[in-house]
C-alpha cells in the first residue's frame, strides 16, 4: 500500500480542522494560500440530507468529518466515514460526538481498496481525496463497485488546470512524495469507466465539484 504523507494529518492538521468548520474562514484561505473558491464544496452537500430512510451513504476519505454538517442527528440512514489516517479518524468519532450523529461509523480504510461490498451506497462521498492518493482512477473504480445501481456520487478535487499558486503548491509537496492532482478530464473518463452516467466536474479553475449517477443497466 503506497501511503501517501497527509499534511493534514499532521501538525498542521488541527489548524485545517478548525477552518474547514468554518466556511467564510475557509474561503479566505481557500483564496489566499491556493487561489480557489471553496464555496463548491459546502454548497454541495445538500443531497446529504435527502437519502431516504434505511439507505447508506459512504464518505471516503472522511478526514475529520467536515460532511458530517450536513447529516441530521434523526436521519435514520447507515453513515460509513472512511480514512486512511488515524488522526483524522479520530477527529471524525469527536466531530460525529459533538454533533449527536450515532448513525455514523468510522472505518480505517484506503480509498482505493475499500472493504465495503458491492453495490452497498445510495451516495458516496469524496471530498478531496482524489489529489491525495497515486492511483486516483483505482479510487474512482471503487466508487463505481460500492454504489448500487442508480446510486449518486458527489465529491470535490483540485486540478491540474489550477492557476499558479496552487500548481506551484503541489510541485512543492511532489518533492515529499504527494501526488499532482488529476487533469479535468481525466476525472471525467474515470467516472464513466466506473459506470457512472453523464459524469460533470464543475468549470471553476484548480478545486470543482463533480458528480454523476450510476448506471441502472
Not at 431516504?52 to 440512514?77: K, N, Y
Not at 492532482?181 to 464513466?192: A, K
Request: proline letters at 6%; charged letters at 20%; one cysteine or more.
Amino acid at each position: 500500500m503506497n501511503r501517501t504523507p497527509n499534511i493534514c494529518a499532521g501538525p498542521f492538521g488541527g489548524l485545517y480542522n478548525f477552518y474547514i468548520e468554518r466556511e467564510w474562514l475557509m474561503g479566505l484561505v481557500g483564496r489566499a494560500v491556493w487561489g480557489i473558491d471553496t464555496s463548491v464544496l459546502y454548497a454541495s452537500m445538500g443531497p446529504i440530507g435527502e437519502v431516504r430512510s434505511g439507505g447508506t451513504i459512504i464518505d471516503a476519505p472522511c478526514g475529520g468529518g467536515v460532511a458530517f454538517r450536513a447529516l441530521r442527528p434523526d436521519q435514520d440512514v447507515r453513515y460509513l466515514a472512511a480514512d486512511i489516517s488515524e488522526k483524522m479518524l479520530v477527529r471524525a468519532r469527536a466531530r460525529a460526538k459533538l454533533r449527536s450523529l450515532n448513525q455514523v461509523e468510522v472505518v480505517d480504510a484506503d480509498m482505493t481498496a475499500l472493504p465495503f461490498a458491492d453495490g452497498q451506497a445510495d451516495l458516496f462521498l469524496s471530498y478531496s481525496g482524489l489529489h491525495m492518493v497515486h492511483d486516483p482512477a483505482r479510487a474512482i473504480e471503487e466508487i463505481g463497485r460500492c454504489l448500487k445501481p442508480g446510486g449518486a456520487v458527489i465529491g470535490t478535487t483540485f486540478l491540474a488546470e489550477g492557476g499558479g499558486r496552487g500548481q506551484r503548491m503541489f510541485k512543492l509537496g511532489s518533492f515529499r512524495g504527494h501526488p499532482l492532482p488529476p487533469e479535468r478530464e481525466q476525472v471525467i473518463s474515470w467516472l464513466r469507466e466506473a459506470g457512472i452516467l453523464e459524469p460533470t466536474i464543475g468549470p471553476e479553475i484548480g478545486f470543482a465539484v463533480f458528480s454523476g449517477r450510476k448506471s441502472t443497466g
